[in-house]
């Protein structure tokens, strides 16, 4: 299981590789992020390109994951420059349609791994078209889009709905890597990280992002001891990781079920039924 630390501070990308964060992600996309997102609370990226290559010499032996823009009339520059600046991993947000992610690993053409980041409902509507295409390698679920597009209200709902699973299962099919959505720190989050954690083991899922709580202490308060802080809860979430590979059957069905349950409450806290009278 691989952690996705996002960041473009060279100093802190190292220090997250060093604390074993195989996956480093600098993000680029800008485009209609703003509209979609802005005032959700969500993160968007001020990221710029030239980034990518001061997070690669900080990070030579990471894999470095670049989140570029939408397909658009600069795609092939920004990704000519993306492959040069050191990024080993492409990732394409937001499509909606076979072609383009076509395209798209035409454009990267072998010089780095790509990632389908599927947060639309057409692209899930679409998957059986895109998901064999050759030269692509990796499907990651993007559950801040998605839950909104299919009418949820609670970002881990598509999970409880199954929309995963099915997502793993095609994913499983082609042979492609499969990641979704973030973790928080263990015992913290709507929905706490160990939950969020054994379903990525039960689904296999190889890859999930890192929150914002896991380096809180970095952003709020830097003269702590944030360093300390940030390898214990790494610690922490790998030790979990292993723990929870080793459960039984029965122990993995259940916990899909406190999961779903669990879920389903924060999503009826979030659209409370209108009173009856």
Known sequence: MDFIQITNDPGFAAFAARCGVARIMVDLERHGKQERQ????????????????????????????????????????EIEQAVADGASHLMLPMFRRAEEVAQFVALVAGRAQTIALLETRDALDSMAQWAGLDGLDEIYVGLNDLHRELGMHFMFQPLAAGVVDRVAAVARQHGRRFGFGGIA?????????????GEHLRLGSRSVILSRTFNRERIEAPDS???????????RLRHAAQVLAQREPA?????????????NRVARTLNPSPATH
């Open 38 to 77: 802005g005032g959700l609370g969500t993160f968007i990226s001020d990221h710029q390109p030239q980034d990518v290559a001061l997070v690669r010499r900080a990070v030579p032996q990471a894999e470095l994951i670049v989140r570029v823009n939408p397909l658009h009339a600069a795609s092939a520059a």
């Open 185 to 197: 720190r263990l015992d913290e989050g709507l929905l706490p990280g160990r939950v969020v954690l």
């Open 225 to 235: 001891d944030w360093r300390g802080i940030y390898a214990e809860e790494i610690r």
């Open 251 to 263: 122990e993995i069905e259940n916990d899909r079920l406190l999961a779903i349950d669990l879920i």
